[in-house]
Structure formats: structure tokens, C-alpha cells
Nanobody, 126 residues
Framework: QVQLVESGGGLVQAGGSLRLSCVASGRTFSSYSVAWFRQAPGKEREFVAA???????AYADSVKGRFAISRDNAKNTVYLQMNSLKPEDTAIYYCAARQRTPVSALATLTTQTASWGQGTQVTVSS
């Protein structure tokens, strides 16, 4: 299994930007598909964006046009660039990874089916 560490969260005003990073351990990162999820207080975890090992990309409707996911396999890192942030984007953001998973299946990753990081807090003030 791969170990994941998220970073880049923080406090930002509405309309601002943040870039989250998800760094993975191991030498086979290029074979992993990675997804970002978030969980707000009192709400269920929800899918945000995904980048598959085969370069497929997917976004939740709520972030399309504002967030961009990218990856750098040489650095074992997946990024989530978040622009035009809204207060409703406030949540703990987690990355999850699973080997050779198609992008269509990444939105349904669970703690039983993938490796997860510890999360990074994003707070957007109005």
C-alpha cells in the first residue's frame, strides 16, 4: 500500500485560492489513481476530483471550472488547485489512492478499498 500525506490547507477569504498537495510514498506511484474527497462538519464525505493512472480526470459538479487536479509522477504528487473558493468549500480535504483504477470508479473509493491520507483543513471565510 502507498502512504499519503496532504498539505496546503489553510484559512482563505472567499474568492481566494489554495493549492493542496498529496504526496505518496513508494516507487510505483505512476500506477496509482488518486482522488480528492472532502468532509464538512456534520456532512458525509464527498468526492471532489480524480486523476487516474491512465490520465483520466473527473470533477464533482460543484467544483467544475473552479478546481483543477494535476499530477507529477516524478515527485509522487497530486495537486488540487482551488480557485474562486466559497464558504461552502470549507471542509477537511483528503486524498485517496488505489492502483490501476479507472476514473469512473474513483468517486466511490472507501477506506476499505484505498489508501487515505490524514487530511488537511480548508476554511473559507465570507
Amino acid at each position: 500500500q502507498v502512504q499519503l500525506v496532504e498539505s496546503g490547507g489553510g484559512l482563505v477569504q472567499a474568492g481566494g485560492s489554495l493549492r493542496l498537495s498529496c504526496v505518496a510514498s513508494g516507487r510505483t506511484f505512476s500506477s496509482y489513481s488518486v482522488a480528492w474527497f472532502r468532509q464538512a462538519p456534520g456532512k458525509e464525505r464527498e468526492f471532489v476530483a480524480a486523476f487516474s493512472w491512465a490520465n483520466g480526470i473527473a470533477y464533482a459538479d460543484s467544483v467544475k471550472g473552479r478546481f483543477a487536479i494535476s499530477r507529477d509522477n516524478a515527485k509522487n504528487t497530486v495537486y488540487l488547485q482551488m480557485n474562486s473558493l466559497k464558504p461552502e468549500d470549507t471542509a477537511i480535504y483528503y486524498c485517496a489512492a488505489r492502483q490501476r483504477t479507472p476514473v469512473s470508479a474513483l468517486a466511490t473509493l472507501t477506506t476499505q478499498t484505498a489508501s487515505w491520507g490524514q487530511g488537511t483543513q480548508v476554511t473559507v471565510s465570507s
